[in-house]
DNA sequence: AAACTGACTAATA
DNA sequence: CTATTAGCCAGTT
């Protein structure tokens, strides 16, 4: 069990890194499967911290309320997240330009609860 | 070292 | 729906 004996932010990479493409995560969730709960806030810290050289897909990573964050750019790297997302296949509400978690927010290892009207 | 700031969340009113 | 409060922790000033 190395993983655990890493760096936190090593586990929030690890864990970003996990998210299946046309899937979204929300800073509060990586927190908890990274072993980190309640920690959101520095998850964001963390990925904002870094580097690109990781290769890491941190447009998929987005708040609770399903809607891109804003990194005080004024909307222009929001922009390119949502742009990055869309070719994914993850869909935004033309009404508020958010995501539909019920749908596309990654449950961490499989599928949403069986019942629901997606098959 | 103290004060501020920040890619957050949840509860309450 | 918005506003407010409280919790969390790391990096900057």
Same mark, same amino acid.
């Given at each position: 069990?190395?993983?655990?004996?890493?760096?936190?932010?090593?586990?929030?990479?690890?864990?970003?890194?996990?998210?299946?493409?046309?899937?979204?995560?929300?800073?509060?969730?990586?927190?908890?499967?990274?072993?980190?709960?309640?920690?959101?806030?520095?998850?964001?810290?963390?990925?904002?911290?870094?580097?690109?050289?990781?290769?890491?897909?941190?447009?998929?990573?987005?708040?609770?309320?399903?809607?891109?964050?804003?990194?005080?750019?004024?909307?222009?790297?929001?922009?390119?997240? $949502?742009?990055?997302?869309?070719?994914?296949?993850?869909?935004?509400?033309? $009404?508020?330009?958010?995501?539909?978690?019920?749908?596309?927010?990654?449950?961490?290892?499989?599928?949403?609860?069986?019942?629901?009207?997606?098959?």
């Amino acid at each position: 069990m190395k993983q655990s004996d890493e760096d936190p932010y090593q586990r929030i990479y690890r864990v970003i890194a996990r998210i299946p493409e046309g899937k979204v995560a929300t800073y509060g969730q990586i927190a908890a499967l990274a072993g980190l709960p309640g920690h959101a806030r520095q998850v964001g810290y963390a990925l904002a911290a870094a580097p690109d050289a990781l290769d890491i897909p941190w447009q998929r990573v987005i708040n609770a309320q399903g809607e891109v964050s804003s990194r005080g750019d004024g909307g222009l790297a929001s922009g390119f997240q $949502r742009h990055l997302l869309e070719e994914e296949g993850v869909e935004f509400s033309l $009404r508020s330009g958010r995501v539909d978690l019920k749908r596309f927010q990654w449950d961490g290892v499989v599928q949403r609860r069986p019942g629901t009207k997606r098959a």
